[in-house]
């Protein structure tokens, strides 16, 4: 069941940008808690951010994402977005969007998307 799927990523130098895009065709994103997470090569998923639904959007951001990282919402083209600012080496891995009822541990959301990968080279 995969009823998001992630684009965006891509190769970048340290320093440089990328938005990150979550979409769905199945799902109005705009009802959802919408979670951004990473997983690099033989770690641990880790949270990068969530939105909660429309209506409310209060936005959380873990220690390394917050003043490079920004979620957003296009409503009207159904999108969630994760801008990625001032990227690191250590930034390199897949990211993934899921959707819930509210921002909450990983285990809980009730959708994911297969990923998109980020590598950011020094």
């Known amino acids: 069941q995969v009823q998001l799927v992630e684009s965006g990523g891509g190769l970048v130098q340290a320093g440089g940008s990328l938005r990150l895009s979550c979409a769905s065709s199945?799902?109005?994103?705009?009802?959802?808690?919408i979670a951004w997470y990473r997983q690099a090569p033989g770690k641990e998923r880790e949270g990068v951010s969530c939105?909660?639904?429309?209506?409310?959007?209060?936005?959380y951001y873990s220690d390394f994402a917050k003043g490079r990282f920004t979620v957003s919402r296009d409503i009207a083209k159904n999108l969630v977005f994760l801008q990625l600012n001032s990227l690191k080496p250590e930034d390199t891995a897949v990211y993934y969007c899921?959707?819930?009822?509210?921002?909450?541990?990983?285990?809980?959301?009730?959708?994911w998307g297969q990923g998109t990968q980020v590598t950011v080279s020094s």
């Open positions: 899921a959707a819930g009822v509210i921002c909450q541990r990983s285990g809980d959301y009730d959708y």
């Open positions: 199945g799902l109005a994103l705009d009802t959802y808690a």
């Open positions: 939105i909660t639904k429309f209506g409310i959007d209060t936005k």
